[in-house]
């Protein structure tokens, strides 16, 4: 079992095993009924005393995570309230169990998995809103006059007309780079990913928004960084706060999302853009801007990104396609610049030698295209419909205790619940309705708070929408009118 | 500049100093005229004593790689001749060089660059080689049914029915596994970097052969494994000397090529594939059994995989498709048993979420078809034809000082010169003539042995092969005369 102590950080050793522990259970690496190490075996491996381990564990079975019994060990609880029975029958891959790994968590993954019924826990696009159809003409036009593109590496920063391309699509949001500064991705998730691992060892501090991108806690913690976070109002990043932790901490890499923030939806400002790019410049770190969807804005146009204010090179700028087209392609760019590109691209090389061809030359025509644009219009109008839509039925049926970000772009609308509702066990009562969202502690890199939940509007079409926000609210008030009847939580 | 000290190893400091620099300089992170760390600073850094530091950078100088210059620093040398003028003038970026990062070396990608003229220094395909009409019709089909394709993300593990299909294909391998087994990948690149990053840490022991695939070097590199070697001969890794070694050690991980081993073309017979197997049975290590082109044979088909023979789950298999089927789409597999797949699934998840369906679908009909197998047919008696045109070349006109492994199968022949030469010198003659191969020092991952070269006959076709492979063995003649007049080596 991976469990990383870091002796200097806020939390205690005790609350950090917990969290380890969560992190797992939750990342599916422990499953039910699964052995926990003996209290002394733990304390012996991580260096830490018997009364510390012991705490931990007490607290994960207070919290019903985990089930001691009595002369046969610890075991991660089974939810199906059957009888923990000791091990299971060994299985001759059971040695596997002592081979060590350098994964603290992987999150993310459980709810990015492909929707059974009503989706509503992970940010894709509803595919009825694609332009499939002209994308899949172009395409055979392409390999047509070109088959060798499948036959083909292509070259390991990402194809040159690919790069071209997204230049110029960038210019349009007010963003100038240059191709030689542009790195193809298999989307922004291998971005993040490709930054953590050059730039991010044991012990560096990476600064977070509290809440975030779960996707990237999963990468952060996978490389041993001290995560710190800062807190999110309606307009992103509390610079503020950022200021104080800048002045105890030097931060190697400050990651945010300024547009439509992942979860929340809020937009920052230029002149915080400013603020923290000048802290950047102050301590020497480097910015990573993630911008999944600023195309998808509902109101006005969001502020450029914080990358056109960078004239040194702090900021790594992250696009991802796959919010706006062809997830099926799974592109997204980075834009950086200086020896900071040379060592990403080095590391784009290690990693898989560059994205496929294929998927790079399939989108060229279409983004290119007049069309490109007119989709993105089309895209932005059939969301905000959607969106609007959902803020109409949790008006109308949310319990007053429920409270919501106005979303002004993006996919998202994060809900925080009353502060006795866990949002976890909450899941497992609508996944029997067939819904699902992406429950809030997810989104926390340390400090979990569990009364909060992102739904995301933009899968699912507007009667299976309507039919899963409004069955959550319904749930909701049962919950709540539970809760004031008998003065005591329900199980959720 | 990473640096990455390991006291308990083999090698003196001194020498790691060395060998770091050396690599970082053949990975293109250390420019020409860059300026090195001071000695006093880099002894600090590392926590050696200024004398190790000073012999480092004495035979980095004596070598020709640095250049001290009076009252300036130490600086890489540059080869064209240009005096070093101290620091280039100063640009906004020279900040980000005080970043530290986590890559020690990326000499593969250096050599995987597209091709200029005759290219034999990568094992890719000759794209006339490849089926790219049949698959862009196969293509066109799949997406005009069901232009969805590309607008869904696919499983994280990679495509239900790919990974059904590559079942019945590796079955035909005499290899058999479960679509539940398998997880598709970016290319076997990223097989190795997922394993990497999922079981190597800081310290954890890598075994190699020695040579080996350098796109594997960089990336255990990468995570700080202290990699032991194995000397390869005809029959692959020396098992013998395997035994030796895990007697003292005991290794995490086993990488291995055992089916025309990369880059000596050495196949590994069963019995000592099962000999390894127990190896890393007794030691409960994993093996990766990297398999790029167990399909190109010429005399007989080689033996079956290692994975098949494994009952405990101790090997994770790597099936790399570019070899043979659409680089372009840059498809690969890995197949592994237990909680070891469990984790690499999770590690695939925070890499990328999964790869892109459009790549996975566009190779769904072709390689179910017939038409896969006659198309393997077709592959191996095209190469089997170059493999021996470029022997007949190597017997007629390369010195008799020269020698060679007689590959039976794969892409690649590797070549011995004397010991005097210098084949990452002798690239630079090369290269006038617009001719590349891959030098054999970026093969070894420790030691390196700068006499041997390997030439990949499977690009270029026949006339640009012949001229190419015959103007090295010129120049290969040209060098030994001069030697052999003058008594001294010429400058490569």
Redesign the interface.
């Known amino acids: 079992m991976h469990i990383e102590i870091q002796r200097n950080a806020d939390m205690s050793i005790t609350n950090q095993i917990y969290h380890s522990v969560l992190d797992q259970i939750r990342?599916?690496?422990l499953e039910e009924g699964s052995p926990l190490p003996s209290v002394r075996k733990l304390s012996k491996q991580l260096g830490v005393s018997l009364v510390t381990v012991v705490k931990a564990y007490q607290k994960l079975e207070q919290d019903g995570f985990i089930t001691s019994v009595q002369g046969k060990g610890t075991f991660i609880k089974k939810t199906k309230k059957e009888v923990v029975e000791g091990k299971k029958g060994s299985?001759?891959?059971d040695?596997?169990?002592?081979?060590?790994?350098?994964?603290p968590r992987?999150q993310?993954?459980r709810f990015?998995?492909?929707p059974e019924k009503i989706h509503l826990s992970s940010s894709?696009?509803d595919?009825g809103l694609?332009p499939?159809?002209y994308?899949?003409q172009e395409?055979?036009r392409m390999?047509?006059k070109n088959?060798?593109?499948?036959?083909?590496?292509?070259?390991?920063q990402g194809d040159k007309a690919l790069r071209q391309a997204m230049v110029e699509y960038l210019q349009k949001m007010n963003l100038s780079t240059d191709p030689e500064n542009i790195l193809v991705?298999?989307?922004s998730?291998?971005g993040i990913?490709l930054i953590a691992?050059?730039?991010?060892?044991p012990g560096d501090v990476v600064v977070m928004e509290a809440p975030t991108y779960p996707?990237a806690i999963?990468?952060f913690r996978?490389r041993g960084a001290t995560i710190l976070t800062v807190p999110v109002d309606s307009e992103g990043m509390r610079v503020d706060l950022l200021h104080h932790l800048c002045d105890k901490y030097k931060p190697?890499i400050i990651y945010t999302v300024p547009t439509f923030h992942n979860p929340t939806g809020a937009v920052m400002p230029t002149k915080r853009r400013r603020e923290i790019l000048e802290i950047a410049e102050s301590t020497?770190s480097?910015v990573i801007e993630d911008d999944p969807c600023s195309e998808i804005y509902f109101d006005r146009k969001p502020p450029a990104a914080m990358k056109s204010l960078d004239?040194?090179?702090h900021v790594i700028y992250l696009k991802g396609l796959?919010k706006i087209l062809?997830?099926?392609?799974?592109i997204g760019i980075l834009a950086a610049?200086?020896?900071?590109f040379?060592?990403l691209?080095?590391?784009k090389?290690?990693?898989?030698?560059?994205?496929?061809?294929?998927?790079q030359?399939?989108i060229i025509p279409f983004i290119t295209s007049k069309r490109m644009m007119d989709h993105l219009k089309k895209l932005r109008i059939a969301l905000k419909i959607r969106r609007d839509l959902v803020l109409d039925i949790l008006s109308q049926h949310a319990p007053e205790e429920v409270s919501w970000f106005l979303p002004k772009g993006g996919l998202n609308i994060w809900l925080t619940l009353p502060s006795w509702m866990d949002t976890n066990h909450f899941l497992v009562e609508t996944k029997k309705e067939q819904i699902t969202f992406l429950p809030g502690a997810a989104c926390y890199p340390a400090d979990q708070e569990n009364h909060h939940l992102r739904l995301s509007f933009s899968y699912m079409n507007e009667q299976p929408l309507t039919q899963g926000v409004t069955t959550i609210c319904h749930l909701l008030q049962s919950a709540v009118y539970l809760k004031n009847k008998q003065g005591s939580s329900p199980h959720f």
């Open positions: 990342s599916d690496f299985s001759s891959y040695w596997q169990l002592s081979v060590e790994d350098y994964l992987s993310f993954a990015h998995q492909v894709m696009i595919p694609l499939n159809r994308l899949e395409i055979h390999l047509s088959p060798r593109v499948l036959s083909k590496y292509g070259e390991i991705t298999n989307g998730q291998q990913d691992r050059t730039f991010v060892g996707g999963d990468v996978g190697k020497q480097l004239k040194e090179g796959s062809a997830p099926g392609c799974r610049s200086g020896s900071i040379k060592r691209l080095a590391a090389a290690n990693t898989d030698l560059g994205s496929p061809l294929l998927t030359k399939a």
